[in-house]
């Protein structure tokens, strides 16, 4: 038997080791062995994971620096991590989406649900953003970005390094672009309806949620003929949406000017810039001047940034999507609908729904609960992470 390449890491006796051979793809700090050898891992080593009793698990990589400190790249202990398996994994990816959507607009990796720990990929066109969240995917950025030209074609390659996540693991907040060259105008994006324009380089996140995809086209088949309010409107995710499903006229409500800019214009592509307004306030000031108005709409859509990235966020945050379901649901017509969003991981769904509920009581209001929306197929859920199931919708018709 040919001796193994990578070094060997191993668990400490009362770590999970059955949920790691079951599929599991984190390994946290406290439940490896951390002694000299490991601690002398370079972050994004590769390394051979071994239970307490020194079977092999699978090949990790490793970051000593990280609470996460090992992610299982592959069950295979002999495996190569080169361009050929980076494209194999890149290959996979690509055939669940183009059998999902006709043009190439979408989440093409979803981090450990793809099989590439870390690492998210959003595709527009023949360009793609990569947000590189783990130091191994870092350390093999010009292997990935090949791999991305020859699996899809692509001619730019991006990489953000505006992500929390990043600080974590030690890396940088530099973004560069890796293949080709940025654009010099915002890109075009055909979604529901409605053509939206993403900012690659300068905006939040990748530039566009394409994990809203359904939420949206859910809340445009309530909006023909009504008036909407779009709070934390970004690029006007809900507000394109609406119009382009029938909405008499969207009020895109955000704190960030370049954002509402991309909104409009947006609109003004799709046809639809009559019916668009945008007013740039703090949401919550213009919920209250609002509420003050005694203003009404047949749709108020709210879709805050994450109020609880954490555990020790979860309660304040929780007390923030309460607030905001307080002053949104005053805003709603007899019989209309409030959409309330969350992308927070700490708080699940039922959490969430118990916080937008008290909300609308305290607010005198009553309803049902039509829908409940999660992410797009193009973010597919890891079946062993329940946090990969971040984003929450909920549709209620107030009475």
Same mark, same amino acid.
């Given at each position: 038997?040919?001796?193994?390449?990578?070094?060997?890491?191993?668990?400490?006796?009362?770590?999970?080791?059955?949920?790691?051979?079951?599929?599991?793809?984190?390994?946290?700090?406290?439940?490896?062995?951390?002694?000299?050898? +490991?601690?002398?891992?370079?972050?994004?080593?590769?390394?051979?994971?071994?239970?307490?009793?020194? +079977?092999?698990?699978?090949?990790? &990589?490793?970051?000593?620096?990280?609470?996460?400190?090992?992610?299982?790249?592959? @069950?295979?202990?002999?495996?190569?991590?080169?361009?050929?398996?980076?494209?194999?994994?890149?290959?996979?990816?690509?055939?669940?989406?183009? @059998?999902?959507?006709?043009?190439?607009?979408? /989440?093409?990796?979803?981090?450990?649900?793809? #099989?590439?720990?870390?690492?998210?990929?959003? /595709?527009?066109?023949?360009?793609?953003?990569?947000?590189?969240?783990?130091?191994?995917?870092?350390?093999?950025?010009?292997?990935?970005?090949?791999?991305?030209?020859?699996?899809? #074609?692509?001619?730019?390659?991006? =990489?953000?390094?505006?992500?929390?996540?990043?600080?974590?693991?030690?890396?940088?907040?530099?973004?560069?672009?890796?293949?080709?060259?940025?654009?010099?105008?915002?890109?075009?994006?055909?979604?529901?309806?409605?053509? *939206?324009?993403?900012?690659?380089?300068?905006?939040?996140?990748?530039?566009?949620?394409?994990?809203?995809?359904?939420?949206?086209?859910?809340?445009?088949? $309530?909006?023909?003929?009504?008036?909407?309010?779009?709070?934390?409107?970004?690029?006007?995710?809900?507000?394109?949406?609406?119009?382009?499903?029938?909405?008499?006229?969207?009020?895109?409500?955000?704190?960030?000017?370049?954002? $509402?800019?991309?909104?409009?214009?947006?609109?003004? !592509?799709?046809?639809?810039?009559?019916?668009?307004?945008?007013?740039?306030?703090?949401?919550?000031?213009?919920?209250?001047?609002?509420?003050?108005?005694?203003?009404?709409?047949?749709?108020?859509?709210?879709?805050?940034? &994450?109020?609880?990235?954490? =555990?020790?966020?979860?309660?304040?945050?929780?007390?923030?999507?309460?607030?905001?379901?307080?002053?949104?649901?005053?805003?709603?017509?007899? #019989?209309?609908?409030?959409?309330?969003?969350?992308?927070?991981?700490?708080?699940?769904?039922?959490?969430?729904?118990?916080?937008?509920? @008290?909300?609308?009581?305290?607010?005198?209001?009553?309803?049902?609960?039509?829908?409940?929306?999660?992410?797009?197929?193009?973010?597919?859920?890891?079946?062993?992470?329940?946090?990969?199931? *971040?984003? =929450?919708?909920?549709?209620? !018709?107030?009475?």
């Amino acid at each position: 038997m040919t001796p193994s390449p990578y070094p060997v890491v191993r668990l400490k006796p009362k770590a999970p080791a059955r949920a790691i051979r079951h599929g599991f793809p984190w390994i946290q700090d406290k439940d490896l062995v951390n002694d000299r050898r +490991t601690r002398a891992l370079a972050p994004g080593s590769l390394a051979v994971l071994e239970d307490s009793e020194r +079977t092999a698990l699978g090949l990790v &990589a490793v970051n000593p620096k990280s609470r996460i400190v090992a992610r299982v790249l592959d @069950r295979d202990p002999s495996a190569r991590i080169d361009g050929a398996w980076l494209a194999a994994r890149l290959t996979r990816a690509l055939a669940l989406r183009a @059998r999902l959507y006709a043009e190439p607009y979408y /989440r093409l990796v979803h981090a450990e649900a793809d #099989g590439l720990p870390g690492v998210v990929i959003d /595709r527009f066109g023949d360009l793609a953003v990569v947000q590189p969240n783990a130091a191994w995917a870092e350390a093999r950025l010009p292997d990935l970005a090949a791999a991305l030209a020859e699996v899809a #074609g692509l001619r730019t390659v991006i =990489k953000n390094a505006a992500s929390r996540a990043r600080a974590l693991e030690g890396l940088d907040a530099e973004s560069a672009v890796l293949l080709g060259q940025a654009p010099t105008a915002p890109v075009a994006v055909p979604m529901n309806g409605a053509t *939206y324009l993403a900012d690659v380089t300068g905006g939040q996140k990748t530039g566009l949620f394409f994990d809203q995809r359904p939420n949206h086209a859910f809340a445009a088949r $309530l909006a023909p003929g009504g008036c909407v309010l779009d709070v934390f409107a970004h690029v006007g995710g809900f507000s394109l949406a609406a119009l382009a499903g029938g909405a008499e006229t969207a009020l895109a409500v955000d704190g960030s000017a370049p954002a $509402l800019a991309l909104a409009a214009e947006g609109a003004a !592509r799709s046809g639809l810039g009559a019916g668009l307004q945008t007013w740039r306030s703090d949401a919550f000031d213009a919920l209250a001047e609002l509420g003050a108005q005694e203003a009404r709409f047949d749709l108020v859509v709210c879709d805050p940034p &994450a109020f609880a990235p954490s =555990k020790k966020a979860l309660e304040p945050g929780l007390r923030a999507y309460e607030r905001v379901a307080k002053l949104a649901a005053p805003l709603v017509a007899e #019989g209309g609908y409030l959409t309330l969003c969350s992308c927070s991981q700490a708080a699940d769904l039922a959490k969430f729904r118990a916080a937008c509920i @008290r909300g609308i009581g305290r607010a005198g209001r009553s309803g049902q609960l039509v829908h409940t929306g999660f992410a797009g197929p193009d973010h597919p859920q890891h079946p062993q992470m329940a946090e990969a199931g *971040y984003l =929450k919708s909920l549709f209620f !018709r107030l009475l």
